[in-house]
């Protein structure tokens, strides 16, 4: 099974006047452009099967993206990516037949993700998510921790550079 981490693209600030319940925040208008950009470069990386979501909105919008550029129709929400819920998320995952999935969540939870698969301890590593920031986790069976490997992190200046490079070919 192949793993595609994905941070939420730049959001409204916590705390903004009309946006009081963090879970509604949006994406902005540089968000959503930026994040189409970084989705073309993650693009040539990486195809999905299948696409789960934190419920919250900056998140939800980030995977309405990514399903546009991979013109996919389906998108599956997962509470998991909301709340940090590592073995939840992995039950998540065994409710699908997909080898290739990309999981679009928030920080902190998605660094001490890839902590957990790539060694079992939630804190026994740190990873930069940039916002719009992928990592790809490979697992040779079904994922589990401590059983994953980093393919690579890929921070959204890489992904919008590979997403240009792309066009102009």
């Known amino acids: 099974m192949e793993l595609c981490l994905v941070r939420h693209a730049i959001a409204v600030e916590r705390g903004s006047p009309g946006y009081h319940d963090d879970a509604l925040r949006p994406l902005t208008a540089r968000g959503r ?16 099967e299948l696409i789960l979501t934190s419920p919250l909105v900056r998140a939800r919008e980030t995977a309405e993206l990514l399903l546009d550029v991979y013109k996919m129709r389906e998108l599956h929400v997962s509470d998991a990516l909301a709340t940090g819920d590592e073995d939840s998320l992995l039950q998540d995952l065994k409710g699908f037949d997909a080898g290739h999935v990309i999981a679009v ?52 200046g890489m992904l919008r550079a590979a997403g240009q490079a792309a066009v102009s070919r």
Do not use: C, I
């Open 33 to 48: 452009e930026r994040m189409r950009e970084a989705a073309a470069g993650l693009r040539t990386l990486f195809t999905p």
């Open 105 to 156: 969540g928030h920080e902190p939870h998605l660094s001490m993700a890839l902590s957990y698969l790539l060694t079992g301890d939630r804190g026994a590593m740190r990873a930069a998510f940039k916002k719009g920031a992928a990592a790809l986790v490979v697992f040779e069976n079904e994922a589990s921790p401590g059983r994953g490997w980093l393919e690579w992190l890929a921070q959204p």
